[in-house]
Structures are given as structure tokens and as C-alpha cells.
């Protein structure tokens, strides 16, 4: 068994089938183009597509969540349209003759070293996936599952929750975040800059969570198992009389 330590989201303790996930990234070639009100079109068109997806994430999340935490989707749409946005991507296809993936990527990347937010990554992935027509993996599982990763988008949180998501693990990513937040109000036991480091090996691996300590164990034996949650079961008790 190996602990790996991180900062708890949302305090709970569940045991699920370890599932590495690895964004599948749009490849971004920069090239010129002679039509660009053609490239312009198309990343207008994009645009428009993602408005429509975030506003039918902002319904799902609306009944999952409440409208406080669902409106993260909201602001990604405003920062979708916010005219500094819109006019680099504008001015790199109209003036530079950039393609709408470059452009796009180029600038996502500008504003994502002023913001240092995920949420930036979210919505430049989005159109990315959009005008290359990548879809991404759809995550199913038959047991308890465990999604581990580098990082994860609000987006992906909500694509990855219900079902037999238990909880999510990842590297990156605070406590403070939009997905985090997310995580928090779906109930779901998380833990975010963990310091394992993640491998194609750990597939299929048991992973204990206890988000109450931030701790995450890989392969944990029954007996392990047993004594976390009777411990843990304690503690509540204890916590409610107080």
C-alpha cells in the first residue's frame, strides 16, 4: 500500500477502481489562411456552439448544484464573450490571417499567464474541440470509480459526476478553485494537490480517499479498509455531539 497526502475539498471517505484520465489535447498547427472572414465564420460559428453547450451544462448543474454554484458556467460564457477575448482572437484571423485553432490557442495561453485561472483552459478547450471536432473520452464504469488526473476543468467535474464517480483525485488544481467548488457542492469526496505521480499502471487499482485528511491510499488491503472507516465513523459521532 502507498499514502499519498493533498488538500481536501469536500470531507468524506470512499473506496472506488482507480480510472486515469488524460485529456486528449487538440494538436494546434499555426498556419495562414486567405479567406478570413471565412476563419472568421468559423470560429463564430464555434462560439455559438460552446454558448449553447454552457448553457446546457448550466441547466444540468442548475439541478445538481443550485443556481449559486451553477452560475460558474455563466461566467464562462461571459468570459467567452468579453470583448478583449473576441477582439485578439478577431484581430489574430482578420489582421494576422491566423486559422481559428491558432488563434484561438494563442490566445487562451496570452490570457491564462494574466489569470492563472482553469477556467480560461476550459472554455480555449472547448472552441478547440469544437472547430477540430475532437470529442472526448466518455468515462462509464460498472463499479465504484475513482478519477484520477493531472488536473480537471469545471467542465469535466461535471461530465464525470453521477453515475459511479466517487471521487476525484488530482495533482493541480486548490481548494479555492471553480472545480473544487463544484466538487464541494455535488457532495463529492475530493482531494487536490496530491503528490503522486500519475501513472498508466495505476488503472483499475483501488484507491481508499479520505478527503477528511486529504490522504489518498493505493491498494489497500480489507483490513486497512475497515479500520479507516470505523475510525472515521467514530470521529463523526463525536463531531455531532459537539
Not at 20 to 49: G, H, Q, W
Not at 87 to 106: C, K, Q
Amino acid at each position: 500500500m502507498t499514502e499519498y497526502k493533498g488538500k481536501c475539498v469536500f470531507k468524506g471517505i470512499t473506496v472506488g477502481k482507480i480510472k486515469v484520465y488524460v485529456r486528449s489535447d487538440v494538436p494546434v498547427e499555426c498556419r495562414l489562411v486567405d479567406d478570413t472572414e471565412a476563419e472568421m465564420k468559423r470560429f463564430c460559428d464555434a462560439r455559438n456552439i460552446a454558448a449553447k453547450q454552457l448553457e446546457e451544462l448550466y441547466n444540468i448543474a442548475l439541478g445538481q448544484v443550485g443556481n449559486e454554484d451553477a452560475a460558474i458556467f455563466m461566467i464562462h460564457t461571459m468570459m467567452m464573450e468579453d470583448f478583449s477575448y473576441q477582439d485578439s482572437i478577431e484581430h489574430l484571423i482578420t489582421d494576422n490571417g491566423f486559422n481559428a485553432e491558432y488563434a484561438v490557442s494563442a490566445t487562451g495561453k496570452s490570457f491564462y499567464d494574466m489569470f492563472r485561472s482553469m477556467d480560461i483552459n476550459d472554455i480555449t478547450n472547448r472552441l478547440l474541440d469544437i472547430l477540430s471536432g475532437n470529442k472526448e473520452e466518455d468515462i462509464k464504469a460498472d463499479e465504484p470509480t475513482v478519477i484520477l488526473a493531472e488536473e480537471l476543468s469545471p467542465s469535466e467535474i461535471m461530465r464525470f459526476s453521477g453515475g459511479n464517480t466517487v471521487a476525484f483525485a488530482t495533482v493541480g488544481g486548490s481548494a479555492s478553485s471553480h472545480t473544487a467548488i463544484l466538487a464541494r457542492a455535488m457532495k463529492m469526496p475530493a482531494v487536490v494537490g496530491t503528490d503522486i505521480s500519475i501513472t498508466p499502471d495505476l488503472n483499475g487499482k483501488t484507491a481508499l480517499i479520505d478527503s477528511y485528511d486529504g490522504v489518498i491510499y493505493i491498494d489497500p488491503d480489507e483490513e486497512f479498509i475497515a479500520s479507516v472507516f470505523k475510525k472515521k465513523k467514530k470521529e463523526e459521532e463525536k463531531y455531532a455531539w459537539q
